[in-house]
């Protein structure tokens, strides 16, 4: 994952992101997306030829050659029967190819994201889809196996995108949308909201960590586990100081008296790979900017700035947000 | 080298620092100044963005993130201090970059970890910043 960085941009420096995320698949179901792509492109640059062709002999060919091009048959076969024929094979083609993507045997492992402004709650689930892990803004998934992602939104219209692992999904308030996502291989996959959704949409991105089964299941029963309680004396004004300027009502910490859902869940924001939903990484340095003054990081998101808050208390905070792991 | 240089352009004057020469070994500790000259200014701005200092800084040539709790250092190349205390030369710079709170205790500013090479690098970068 990368977040999204300012560098100047030149074709040189685009190109070097070859091949985009789009048109390199991780996992069976972006593979279907990435099929399609290359076989429609492939397609428009044949008839791009043909209409360069027939061009050329409008403009240039011989008298015969241009009473054919304008005969009635080449106008039937290339104006009607061969176009209607050709798209009628790939809505049957595609239509089937994306059948798969959609389809739910039911015994795959459940999890739901839901969109917020500009963030995203996480929640994993047990079979019968009562919650058994509330996280947020990254999503850890078992290598290899498809996992069905339900998809809702608290407030308006988002779009869970991850390029490598799937196609878009919408998230809909009111209605429950269902994603298979699948990794081949356990790493760190990029992703971002595509729906337009307000001002700090493009600063809207998340990531899905794929681990080996046997690691995922470590990772999950690690999560299970309560917050650690051995902290450091700073770290422990930190938890203090959480409850007291008023981190705890919005953001929940579990085991303590935090319990605000209104924000991102905090439990273990420590091994988080990313900061204010996948757009910067997770430092001691990003976590002390963000706490202080995320408003001029990610403008117009729902956590006002604490400027207020002197030197010692910022360490003491970060100290305390960097040892939840 | 610079007796060398002394010795060819002004033979008594080169002769009067041979002589004083053995002297040199009695004036104090060895220099330490880190040389910046294997150090990258785009390294620099690379690491900068993400090591995270863009998270409180703002930089000229970084559209986003323009962090708001640190001081701007758009104009830093030309800034006289640190942090308004310390000298900003490229000796104490590389030091402060990766460990401010033992500069400046009580500051907001992190240690930021950070290898030889990469403090050598954002302190090149930081030194020749200046306005657009």
């Known amino acids: ?325 | 080298m610079a007796i060398d240089f002394l010795a060819r352009r002004a033979p008594g004057l080169g002769l009067t620092v041979l002589l004083t020469v053995p002297l040199a070994a009695c004036d104090g500790p060895p220099d330490r100044t880190p040389t910046l000259s294997d150090a990258d200014v785009k390294r620099g701005r690379q690491l900068v963005n993400d090591k995270g200092c863009v998270a409180c800084h703002s930089f000229p040539d970084v559209q986003w993130p323009r962090g708001g709790l640190g001081p701007s250092l758009e104009n830093f190349g030309r800034q006289g201090l640190i942090a308004g205390r310390l000298p900003n030369q490229p000796g104490v710079l590389v030091q402060f970059v990766r460990d401010a709170p033992a500069h400046l205790p009580g500051t907001a500013m992190p240690a930021i970890p950070m290898t030889d090479q990469e403090a050598r690098d954002v302190t090149a970068y930081l030194l020749q910043l200046k306005p657009r």
């Open chain 1, 1 to 325: 994952m990368s977040p999204p960085t300012s560098s100047s941009s030149s074709l040189v420096e685009a190109l070097r992101g070859w091949p985009p995320p789009v048109l390199d698949p991780a996992g069976p179901f972006s593979n279907t997306v990435s099929t399609l792509s290359w076989v429609l492109i492939g397609l428009v640059t044949l008839i791009f030829i043909g209409v360069c062709a027939a061009m050329w002999v409008a403009l240039y060919g011989s008298a015969e050659l241009r009473a054919k091009l304008g005969g009635e048959r080449v106008v039937k076969w290339f104006g009607l029967i061969i176009p209607a024929g050709v798209l009628l094979v790939l809505l049957v083609w595609g239509l089937l190819m994306v059948r798969g993507l959609t389809t739910i045997q039911g015994d795959e492992l459940r999890m739901r994201v839901s969109g917020n402004l500009y963030w995203w709650r996480v929640s994993y689930l047990d079979a019968s889809g009562r919650e058994v892990h509330a996280d947020a803004n990254e999503l850890h998934i078992p290598a290899g196996r498809p996992v069905v992602v339900e998809m809702e939104s608290e407030d308006v219209i988002h779009s869970f995108w991850v390029p490598r692992l799937g196609g878009k999904m919408d998230m809909i308030p009111g209605r429950t949308n269902r994603l298979k996502l699948q990794a081949d291989e356990p790493g760190s996959y990029g992703g971002q909201c595509a729906e337009f959704c307000g001002g700090a949409h493009a600063l809207m991105g998340f990531v899905v960590v794929a681990h080996a089964p046997a690691d995922w299941q470590r990772w999950m029963d690690n999560r299970l586990k309560p917050p650690p309680t051995q902290l450091s004396v700073e770290a422990l004004r930190g938890k203090q100081l959480f409850n007291e300027v008023g981190c705890a009502a919005c953001h929940r910490v579990a085991g303590t008296d935090a319990q605000g859902i209104a924000g991102p869940d905090l439990t273990h924001i420590g091994s988080r790979q990313s900061l204010g939903a996948g757009i910067l990484p997770n430092t001691r340095a990003t976590l002390t900017g963000w706490i202080a003054d995320s408003q001029a990081i990610k403008p117009n998101n729902r956590m006002p700035a604490y400027r207020s808050l002197t030197a010692d208390e910022l360490n003491a905070l970060a100290s305390y947000l960097e040892a939840l792991k």
